[in-house]
């Protein structure tokens, strides 16, 4: 099953109106004794899952009531025989087996008794194990007309049969009569049992698997808690069916695509299930492939194998060769091997788990349909589309017997019809499947399938994730025929599907929580986004005489709108809190808790090895929970928080321009799967440009960035050429002759050089004469953003900060007599020219009436950078060693003097400085690759730079890669010189990159410090 249903406390107990006491008669002896010992260690044993000692016990009891010729006893123990057979997965030698015993109860007790009534109950289970749902059924209505036949009619058995049913009709996918039978139960259990009770805990847990399949993912969670917080009242928080509710809540996050959500869930009840059991268990083997699905979403192969090995050894070694639940284990392996690109060992896996599986539940089963999907899948990689499309036939098939066409397990199957049509290039067929699909998601639209026009309304659909790949499976499909039919129609109706995607991705994103999965979802949204943008620009060729520059602001809209989306809601969630009229000690509450995070993440970061981990992994679990409440309190209490955070204003082409002057351009870059795409503002006009990616792109930009950095004559002619070559791909026209100033919104890996030490025209000079290159720098003032969005909220906040007065503070360890500090595997050595650089600075800051401070050597502590006072300042400038961690965000930090007071470790590393409360102007980050980070597509650079815009700092000076000590000074002195002058003579259009780009060109000059090494590596993030 695709689910796990609680079917009992551990896995498959039947809950007799007997009670579990054996019924022993006075006259046994000795041999009763020993054989309620037998039965009590085969029911231990059975409860764990150690299922072949279990029968062993319960036999050799079975046996001494046989002798005695107890046949009540002997039915009650060859029931829970039954069970471990269904345990062991031997599903045929079960049914075999209740039928004998069934036939024994009938002629020892008559066609009505209690013994019969819970043989037939395991009896429906094992039709249900083989995918007999009609059987099952019909099964159990046999036991619960016996029950009311003895005048039972609301038993706590009765309540058992009820919910068995609602598993059979779960199997069905007839959710609305399964929801009826678990109400039924759960309505028993209340009035018998009550609120707190274990088994009403089941109850709640089973109907959350039912709003599970019915896509409603809140309220499955809403269950699943409900469940977990009966079970933990009543047995504390390691009692092992904890781990059952744990593990439906990651299953509903999975199915959201929420995968670091569900992994904290899912790891969640792997602890619990390893402390409760053991290591070599079935159910931590569940644990182990739950965990190992996410780690494979998130393309973490080695991770996903790892896991899966670990699971697969412990099945083989406690089920056997051909449990049911290996076909899983197979299925997934199958899944991580398509992903790898290795199709003949996926399809090998898959064809195992098929063979398994058929054996249990017969080849008319929807898991056999998700199998066949899967082999199809293959065929479809492997070209064979005639393979492909008859085992996707064959799964919709199934599905559709089971379901019917209005259900959310037959979107996927059309889904993938339309796919292999078109892969074939038949896109109208393609496009009927996809319409079929988005007819069996949305539960008002139902569009005769050739009506391929008609786009449904998003809301009121069951999974979010299927309708974005059917809507962009059938835009796909309409610029397709476009190419072949050249009708303008289907290249619009891509573009208004395009528009359907577009909202979607905003509701998902919406409902996501946590970073990284708004993250992993920005990756998914790039390349929509790049697809609609290629729409774009083919409809302003074609458009454009009939309304202008319409199609060019949507394509603008398009590449905007995936950048630095998960920095601005946070931005907008911090600004929400501080003006929604949220109680102070709620805010307060809020910020404990990120730190709380942070150090949690920082921890885990750091850690290795399993055991240490896993405390670790529970704490940050808890910490989440409770930050999640308290911000969905804050949505649903504080509606002008909601209302601020979600509800942004949709920033337009002429917004921008309203704050261009006519020599400022905004120049965003896309980088799409082949193409660059280009967009120019200027104060009256927009232009789109298509430049060619070159093979291996991103790693060319890793090896350009080398070459800035060396001063080999090698490398330099390298240099030399490639700097015009990126020009080249980067400018493939030229800017009008009036711009002068440049901001610059990159894109992934672009992210990583300096625009200013490219060259615009080819230069066959001499290579020492630096001064003579012909620098982008020598044409263009050039500052940076993550995006438009957050370049007009910049400046909007720097309109409305005001300052009492305009402070400077200057912060540098210095490092004297540090010869020996190693910090984070980092070499920490002394920076003299640090204290000359802070000193020269806060003279000229005092010479022109600025108050100053500076705070050097032990002064220069982690405690003044998390003090109030830091909100004093409109300037910040800190000279230190920083050091990034590309691939461990959380492990980047700035050093600090070793001055440890306060609980600090002399570091402020990235999640303490999310924390903080800074109110500057600008920060200058006078240290090491501190313009680093990790690379997310869409996203931008993740690394200290975010942190400290989200922390409140407007514009930032940071370094994108380790700079000389001496060098870096002369650029820190140069640059503030430049400010000063600035803003006496009144030049405040641009000030931090005008200041900037003077002193650069100051160094460029000067023989010393010519080389792009020493200048080109400072930029700017904002204006």
């Excluded at 299925?331 to 399809?347: P, T, V």
Aim: with cysteine.
């Amino acid at each position: 099953m695709k689910n796990q249903i609680y079917i009992s406390k551990v896995f498959i107990t039947i809950i007799l109106s007997l009670t579990s006491e054996l019924i022993f008669s006075q006259t046994f002896e000795k041999d009763t004794e020993l054989a309620s010992s037998y039965y009590t260690k085969g029911m231990e044993l059975k409860n764990r899952l150690i299922s072949d000692s279990a029968d062993y016990y319960l036999k050799k009891a079975a046996e001494i009531f046989n002798k005695y010729e107890d046949w009540e006893n002997y039915l009650i123990i060859n029931n829970e025989r039954a069970s471990v057979l269904l345990q062991l997965g031997k599903t045929d030698d079960a049914i075999n087996f209740l039928n004998q015993q069934i036939s024994l109860a009938t002629e020892k007790f008559g066609e009505s008794n209690e013994y019969l009534a819970a043989l037939y109950n395991n009896l429906g289970l094992g039709f249900f194990f083989k995918g007999k749902m009609d059987n099952a059924l019909e099964i159990y209505d046999k036991s619960l007309a016996i029950r009311i036949a003895m005048g039972d009619k609301e038993s706590i058995f009765a309540s058992n049969l009820f919910n068995d049913m609602g598993n059979a009709y779960t199997e069905k996918g007839e959710f609305d009569l399964a929801l009826d039978y678990y109400q039924k139960a759960l309505d028993i259990r209340k009035k018998l049992l009550g609120e707190t009770n274990p088994e009403t805990a089941i109850s709640y847990n089973n109907i959350g698997i039912i709003y599970r399949e019915q896509a409603q993912y809140d309220k499955a969670i809403e269950y699943h808690q409900k469940a977990i917080e009966i079970q933990r009242l009543i047995f504390g928080e390691d009692y092992p069916e904890l781990a059952n509710g744990y593990q439906g809540i990651g299953n509903a996050y999975k199915d959201q695509g929420e995968m670091d959500q569900a992994m904290q869930y899912y790891q969640k009840a792997y602890s619990i299930r390893k402390k409760a059991y053991t290591e070599n268990h079935p159910l931590v083997a569940k644990d182990l492939i739950n965990i190992a699905i996410v780690y494979a979403e998130k393309g973490e192969s080695d991770n996903a194998m790892n896991y899966f090995q670990q699971a697969l050894s412990i099945q083989k070694q406690t089920l056997g060769d051909n449990h049911p639940d290996l076909a899983m284990t197979y299925n997934n392996l199958g899944n991580l091997y398509n992903k790898d690109g290795q199709f003949d060992l996926a399809l090998a896996f898959y064809l195992s788990a098929l063979d398994i599986k058929k054996t249990t539940v017969g080849l008319d089963h929807p898991e056999i349909a998700d199998y066949y999907t899967n082999i199809g899948n293959i065929y479809l990689s492997k070209g064979q589309y005639d393979q492909s499309l008859d085992y996707q036939q064959k799964a919709l098939d199934i599905k559709v017997r089971f379901y019917g066409q209005k259900h959310p397990a037959v979107v996927l199957p059309y889904l993938n019809i339309g796919n292999v049509y078109y892969q074939q290039g038949d896109y109208n067929q393609a496009l009927i499947y996809y319409q079929k699909s988005l007819a069996s998601n949305v539960k008002n639209f139902n569009p005769e399938p050739t009506n391929i026009y008609l786009n449904p309304t998003i809301s009121n659909y069951y999974n979010a994730q299927d309708l974005l790949r059917s809507l962009r499976g059938k835009a796909k499909a309409l610029a397709g025929k476009f190419k072949t039919d050249e009708l303008e129609s289907d290249l619009l109706n891509a573009y208004l599907t395009y528009q359907k995607c577009d909202t979607t991705l905003k509701n998902i994103r919406k409902t996501t929580i946590s970073k990284s999965d708004k993250i992993e979802l920005g990756k998914i949204s790039a390349d929509i986004y790049d697809e609609a943008i290629d729409i774009c620009f083919k409809l302003n060729q074609l458009e454009k005489d009939k309304v202008g520059d319409k199609y060019l602001k949507e394509g603008f809209y398009f590449s905007e709108k995936n950048k630095a989306g998960v920095l601005l809601e946070a931005l907008a969630g911090s600004e929400a809190s501080k003006f929604a009229g949220i109680p102070e000690n709620l805010i307060e509450m809020e910020k404990s808790l990120k730190n709380q995070i942070s150090f949690y993440e920082k921890k885990l970061a750091e850690t290795y090895d399993e055991q240490t981990e896993q405390p670790l992994r529970d704490g940050l679990f808890k910490v989440n929970r409770e930050y999640n409440k308290l911000i969905d309190d804050f949505e649903k209490k504080y509606p002008k928080y909601y209302e601020m955070k979600y509800g942004q204003e949709k920033l337009t082409v002429e917004m921008l321009q309203s704050v261009l002057d006519n020599k400022s351009a905004i120049r965003t870059y896309f980088v799409g799967d082949s193409l660059i795409s280009i967009f120019t503002i200027t104060k009256d006009k927009i232009v789109m440009e298509k430049s060619i990616k070159i093979e291996g792109f991103d790693l060319q930009i890793y090896g350009f960035r080398k070459l800035i950095t060396s001063n080999t004559q090698t490398d330099l002619k390298d240099y030399i050429s490639n700097a015009y070559k990126y020009y080249q791909t980067l400018f493939p026209n030229p800017l009008p002759d009036n711009i002068n100033q440049l901001v610059i919104i990159p894109d992934g890996n672009l992210g990583l050089i300096p625009f200013e030490a490219l060259f615009t025209e080819p230069y066959t000079g001499k290579i020492i004469n630096f001064d003579q290159y012909p620098y982008l720098i020598k044409k263009y003032n050039i500052s940076y953003n993550y995006s438009t969005d957050l370049f007009f909220k910049q400046l909007k906040k720097q309109k409305e900060t005001k300052w009492a007065n305009e402070q400077w503070v200057g912060i540098a360890p210095v490092f004297s007599g540090s010869q020996n500090l190693i910090i984070n595997d980092n070499e920490i050595s002394p920076l003299p020219g640090t204290e000359i650089e802070i000193s020269t600075i806060q003279k000229k800051m005092e010479e022109n009436g600025i108050l100053a401070k500076t705070a050097l050597f032990s002064e220069a502590s982690e405690e003044l950078m998390k003090s109030a006072e830091l909100k004093n300042y409109k300037y910040i400038h800190i000279a230190t060693h920083g050091f990034v961690n590309s691939e461990k965000p959380e492990l980047s930090g700035i050093v600090l003097s070793q001055n440890k007071a306060g609980n600090n470790d002399g570091v402020l590393y990235t999640g303490e400085i999310y924390n903080l409360e800074i109110n500057a102007d600008l920060v200058v980050l006078s240290a090491c690759e501190t313009g680093l980070g990790k690379v997310s597509k869409g996203e931008g650079i993740i690394g200290l730079t975010r942190s400290l815009l989200y922390a409140g700092t407007n514009n930032i000076m940071v370094s994108l890669w380790k700079v000389a000590d001496l060098s870096t000074s002369e650029l820190m002195i140069n640059f503030y010189s430049e400010l000063l002058a600035n803003e006496k003579n009144g030049n405040i259009s641009f000030l931090y990159s005008n200041s900037l780009h003077t002193a650069k060109l100051k160094m460029i000059e000067s023989k010393q410090f010519g080389h792009p090494f020493f200048w080109s590596p400072f930029i700017l993030i904002g204006q």
